[in-house]
């Protein structure tokens, strides 16, 4: 006897699409999470929607790729503000943005030339601004999660420990919270558990599908501008930037770069640190002292970054794989703004295999909900450790303490 | 690193190079391109092999750092303060290249 038709294991992004696309198709859908809504990838994101970006001639396929997300992001979106409209691109060689604005444009992408915003120093001497919004994740969580609680989808708090084959369906071993286990039945399987995948992939004895990558993400609250900037330039160090402004109207920024490590078991030692630190005197090279001297804190958190193997990177083409004869669907968008795509494609997969009927309308767009009536949080709107005051200007806080920051 | 004038490499399973003026390290990436492993702190007195997964790395102001490789992803997988650990002790694997 089956439990449901479709087991769709992890409530990120991916997860809840997937499981909003095959509940309104008129499947029975078993959602399960092991923690809170946002404990993993999607909520460790800048959340940059990305148009184009400066993936340059190397990803012919993206732009294509991320104006058709684009197309669901819009509908999904319709009623939440962006917390930046767009995203300013800085450089410090003019001819890699000269470079750079050709290839977007001919890409199809919309930009627009501007001087040098104020809270940048002169050092990026040249700029411009991409049609790139960025999102308050948290707030498109919360709404996502909202809306699978209203469209039947049975959640079942717990991990899925193994999936395998079991007469023409699946059946997943899934340890829950208490400690106890419990197996459910259905017919077919979608793993978007991000992080999780590969372990689970292992223990069913799956192909390894999935790669890991650890990168870390720095956290500055204080009296700061909202903005979002893309500091491409990987020679001199790039970065990504991105706001979300809390209740009391304080921006918190998110920093981090284009930098990947192992994600194997070991202690990283002081790895966060010394990433930390490259981050900041960064930092301050490209952001004006008056804005750098209004952080009352630094925090900060490791995030993990997923994608298919073999050609997946942090930039992958394709976001979804079926294992088991078609039975277990892998959904591994490698990046926040292709969670849509993985979803769909999952979602149609396992459409085709239990006879459900199609549907091309997308979703419905998102409401937003208050925080107190939603378990779903991006990582920075949690308790984290922090440095109060830190001074960004003289001498930086050393390795050792930022790496604390990381291992708390 | 264009323009670094001097750089380091080290044989590792995968040669690694490091800019002695950023302490950057560099690896090849499939496609040919360099891939940043890790962006460097600053200028670099000596970056030499440690052992068959680690580069030692000895800053200008004295400051000795361990960077462990993952021999499966072959990236930086661990960065630690080299604290009582000799210089380069398999002095005979050095491949220093000044460029």
Redesign the interface.
């Known amino acids: 006897m089956r439990d449901g038709d479709v087991i769709v294991a992890g409530a990120g992004m991916a997860g809840l699409l997937t499981a909003l696309a095959l509940a309104r198709r008129g499947a029975h859908v078993v959602l399960v999470e092991p923690s809170r809504v946002g404990t993993g990838q999607s909520g460790q994101s800048h959340g940059y929607l990305h148009r184009g970006y400066a993936y340059g001639p ?1 990803e012919p396929r993206l732009p294509a790729l991320l104006g058709s997300a684009r197309k669901h992001w819009q509908g999904l979106l319709a009623r939440i503000p962006p917390v930046t409209a767009g995203s300013t691109i800085a450089f410090s060689d003019p001819d890699a943005v000269r470079r750079a604005e050709r290839y977007w444009r001919d890409s199809g992408l919309a930009v627009r030339p501007r001087t040098t915003p104020e809270w940048l120093t002169e050092a990026p001497v040249a700029c411009f601004d991409s049609a790139e919004p960025t999102y308050n994740v948290g707030v498109v969580l919360r709404g996502l999660w909202a809306q699978a609680c209203s469209a039947g989808i049975e959640v079942r708090p717990g991990a899925v420990e193994r999936i395998e084959a079991s007469g023409d369906g699946v059946r997943a071993r899934i340890t829950e919270p208490d400690g106890g286990t419990a197996v459910v039945r259905a017919r077919s399987a979608v793993l978007a558990a991000g992080a999780g995948t590969p372990g689970l992939l292992a223990r069913s004895g799956l192909p390894a599908a999935v790669q890991l ?1 650890k990168a870390f993400m720095l956290v500055l609250r204080g009296r700061l501008p909202a903005v979002s900037a893309v500091f491409p330039e ?2 001199e ?1 790039g970065l990504f930037l991105a706001s979300r402004v809390g209740d009391d109207g304080l921006a918190t920024w998110l920093v981090s ?8 078991g ?6 966060a640190g ?2 930390a ?2 981050v900041l ?2 930092l301050r090279r490209v952001v004006n002292a008056t804005v750098l001297a209004r952080v009352d804190a630094v925090s900060g958190y490791p995030a993990t970054k997923s994608g298919l193997l073999p050609s997946s990177g942090t930039v992958a083409h394709e976001f979804g794989i079926e294992l088991l004869d078609g039975r277990v669907v892998v959904a591994g968008p490698s990046k926040l703004t292709l969670a849509p795509l993985a979803a769909r494609h999952a979602a149609s997969t396992v459409a085709t295999r239990l006879g459900l009927r199609s549907d091309d309308g997308g979703w419905d767009p998102i409401t937003p909900v208050p925080p107190d009536r939603s378990p779903a949080r991006e990582t920075w709107e949690t308790s984290m450790a922090a440095l109060d005051h830190p001074d960004l200007l003289g001498r930086l806080p050393d390795i ?1 303490t930022l790496s604390e920051l990381y291992h708390r | ?2 323009g670094d004038g001097v750089e380091v490499v080290v044989g590792l399973a995968t040669e690694i190079r490091v800019s002695l003026r950023t302490g950057d390290l560099m690896a090849k990436a499939s ?1 040919s391109q360099d891939r ?6 600053g200028p670099l007195r000596s970056a030499a092999r440690y052992d068959e997964e680690a580069v030692l790395l000895e800053t200008v102001s004295g400051e000795r ?1 361990l960077v462990r ?2 021999p ?2 072959g ?7 080299a604290v009582g650990v000799g210089s380069a002790p398999r002095g005979g694997d050095r491949c220093a290249t000044a460029t």
Request: aromatic residues 10%; charged residues 20%; glycine residues 8%.
């Open positions: 190397d990558r990987r020679e160090h770069d284009f930098q990947s490590f192992d994600s194997g070991c202690d990283p030692g002081q790895l010394w990433w630190r490259r005197l960064t050792g | 690193m264009p496609n940043l492993l890790l962006a460097g702190l750092w490789m993952s499966v992803s990236l930086v997988a661990t960065v630690e303060p």
